[in-house]
């Protein structure tokens, strides 16, 4: 159990909805960070929120976007969904002042696009 | 910017025989190195990582890895595995920057599904 708890488990959406999700941090932990893991691949670096502020971005276009919350739990939201976003998301969250290197995942939402 | 290799998708082995994971990556800078694993159904959890000094870690579950910095390899070993070790092995690396945020911007691999065999 890693206190990273992830909303919802699994959500189906239709191509062109926008999606919407949620990830509580483990408590204490100023750093989130988002994956995408499509099928039999290793999960992708989306983006990091630092202190409430975009702290780096993969290669994922503006219709990704995401926020961190003064209680440091965060959103991932996706506009205009497209099949390829079919995927498992997954969060991260991690104390990055403290500088041990570990990130403490949780068990992701599982998004299909119809 | 970094890539990920893991020379093996999938690696059968028996019950108590030693196995050795694969992982060569490249990259303009210098890296931390990890190792995840993923069971069915759940996300990841850290075996071991290499931030600095002896190029022998070891991790939980009696899994080591060395880095070899000039061959930019970081293979994963255990010397007797068990069932229970069936799951999904990614190896990942980040750049080395300022602060410690930089351990959160992974770049994985495409992983090795280990399955154990009795």
């Known amino acids: 159990e890693t206190g990273v708890t992830q909303s919802p488990t699994h959500l189906i959406k239709t191509r062109g909805q926008q999606v919407t999700l949620r990830c509580s941090s483990q408590?204490?932990?100023?750093?989130v960070s988002w994956y995408q893991q499509a099928l039999g691949q290793g999960p992708q670096f989306i983006f990091q929120y630092y202190r409430e502020e975009e702290n780096g971005r993969g290669n994922f276009p503006p219709r990704f976007s995401g926020l961190q919350f003064p209680n440091y739990s965060s959103e991932l939201n996706v506009n205009a969904l497209e099949l390829d976003d079919s995927a498992l998301y997954l969060c991260a969250s991690s104390l990055a002042d403290r500088g041990e290197g570990k990130l403490f995942f949780g068990s992701g939402t599982q998004l299909s696009v119809l | 910017a970094q890539s990920v290799t893991q020379l093996d998708s999938q690696v059968p082995v028996f019950e108590e025989a030693p196995v050795e994971l694969r992982c060569n990556y490249s990259s303009s800078v210098s890296v931390y190195l990890f190792w995840y694993v993923q069971y069915p159904n759940q996300g990841l959890q850290l075996l071991l990582k290499y931030l600095s000094g002896s190029t022998l870690v070891k991790g939980i579950n009696g899994f080591e890895a060395e880095f070899n910095k000039s061959q930019t390899s970081f293979h994963l070993r255990k010397p007797s595995v068990h069932i229970s070790d069936t799951a999904e092995y990614f190896c990942?690396?980040?750049?080395?920057?300022?602060?410690?945020?930089?351990?959160?911007?992974?770049?994985f691999g495409q992983g090795t599904i280990l399955t154990v065999h009795p």
């Open positions: 990942a690396v980040a750049g080395r920057g300022a602060g410690g945020t930089s351990y959160g911007k992974l770049t």
């Open positions: 408590s204490g932990h100023n750093t």
